[in-house]
Each structure stands twice: as structure tokens, then as C-alpha cells.
């Protein structure tokens, strides 16, 4: 299942959701995102997708996902619009009859998420308004799955 | 009619999200409608930069491919990440 929402989500309702309708899993794992403050500098971060094409994206990476691992459930929720320091931007859980395999494609995921997925980013602060692309680093967690 | 769709800080330079515009006299193609659109919003050549993809109904691009005039075009910058 895959979400991509303009209004805040509670991440409690939505695994709970999630977890009863993988009743037969033995093994679930979630990823929280939320908006870090960077100490006080950081007032709000706006995303925007472009229709369509943002959720045939991250439908992609979840048939890739499914294809790799045995999995009993996907569930990706991402939203877009304002949020303030501290809400949920995105919640991926996944599900399978062992822990492994719902560790890795959860990780897989959320790599695609920070640097792949069709989203675009924008930070206001102390110092104004600032577009964001992804760090390095994201790049290089994300390449990592090509060798392993 | 062409839907034209403008993303992330390009955006905020077009001054629009989107317009839906006939195509104008004298262009044919998507490299000669971005010229037209780089000129008329004063982009300073923006969605010519190669950073920036241009999708014709939702594919990515690459070539200077024909317009018909009843296309959505969207010009996407370097996407962020969610």
C-alpha cells in the first residue's frame, strides 16, 4: 500500500493498521522519518511530488523490493506539503515470515526514498528558503545494494 | 492545448506551477518550446540546464522529439529525496 498525503498521519494508527492486516508475518519492521530542527534552525520543510509519476516511482521500488525479498506486506506513507520540526514526513514498514528479509527490503526502501524518489525538498529557516538534494552519503547507502 | 508543469525551484522561477498554453507559432519541437518558455519568463536558459529532465506525458526525455500540441510537459529539477 502506498500513500502520498497533503495532511499529517499518525504513525501509531498506521502500523497498528498494518500489523493486524499481516497477522500471519513473524516479523515487521518500520522506519520513521520526521523533520529535525538542526537545533533551532530549521522552522519548516515543504515537499512536492508530481502526480503520478512520484507513485509509479515508489511503486517501482516496491515490485523491486518484493521481487528480492519474500515479503507478506508493504506499506509506504510519504507526505508532501508543510511540516513543521518534529512531524512524520514518511513511514515505510514491511513484512515477512522472518526478520531478514523485512530488515533489508525496509533499508532498501528508505534508500531509494532519500535519493531516488521524485520528491522535491525545501527547507525554511534561520537563513531563509533552501532547496535540498541529497547528501553523498545518501547516494553511496543507496549504490550499496547494487553489490550486496 | 499544452499543460506545462514547473517543479521544485523551478517553480518558483517560472513564478507558476503550471499553464496551459496553445503552442505558439513557430514551434515544433520540445528543445524550441523550452527556448520559447526560457525567453518569456525570463528562466535566464533554466530548463535548458542539463540537470534539469523534461517529461512529455508523464516519460522521460531525451531527444528533441516532436510536439503535437496536446501534450502535458513537465520540466523536473535534480529531485531531493523524501
Not at chain 1, 14 to 43: M, P
Not at chain 2, 46 to 54: E, F, G, Q, Y
Amino acid at each position: 500500500m502506498i500513500k502520498i498525503i497533503d495532511t499529517p498521519f499518525n504513525p501509531v494508527i498506521e502500523l497498528e493498521a498494518f500489523t493486524k492486516a499481516n497477522s500471519d508475518a513473524g516479523a515487521i519492521t518500520s522506519f520513521l522519518g520526521q523533520v529535525r530542527g538542526e537545533a533551532g534552525s530549521v522552522h519548516e520543510l515543504y515537499l512536492e511530488q508530481y502526480p503520478g509519476v512520484t507513485k509509479a516511482g515508489i511503486q517501482d521500488a516496491v515490485t523491486k523490493a518484493n521481487a528480492r525479498w519474500t515479503l507478506t506486506g508493504v506499506m509506504v506513507i510519504h507526505r508532501t506539503g508543510a511540516m513543521g520540526v518534529g512531524e512524520p514526513i514518511v513511514l515505510v514498514a514491511t513484512a515477512a515470515i522472518h526478520r531478514r528479509d523485512a530488515f533489508l527490503s525496509c533499508d532498501y526502501l528508505m534508500d531509494y526514498l532519500k535519493t531516488e524518489a521524485v520528491f522535491w525538498k525545501r527547507q525554511t529557516g534561520a537563513h531563509g528558503n533552501k532547496w535540498i538534494e541529497p547528501r553523498a552519503e545518501d547516494y553511496k547507502d543507496s549504490d550499496r545494494w547494487d553489490t550486496l | 492545448m499544452i499543460k506545462i508543469l514547473y517543479f521544485g525551484r523551478l517553480r518558483e522561477s517560472a513564478g507558476r506551477r503550471a499553464e496551459t498554453i496553445a503552442l505558439p507559432e513557430g514551434v515544433t519541437t520540445i528543445s524550441a518550446l523550452k527556448h520559447w518558455l526560457n525567453t518569456a519568463h525570463e528562466l535566464d536558459g533554466a530548463l535548458d540546464d542539463p540537470s534539469v529532465k523534461t517529461m512529455i506525458n508523464q516519460a522521460l526525455v531525451y531527444a528533441d522529439i516532436p510536439l503535437s500540441g496536446d501534450e502535458e510537459i513537465g520540466f523536473l529539477p535534480p529531485v531531493g529525496g523524501g
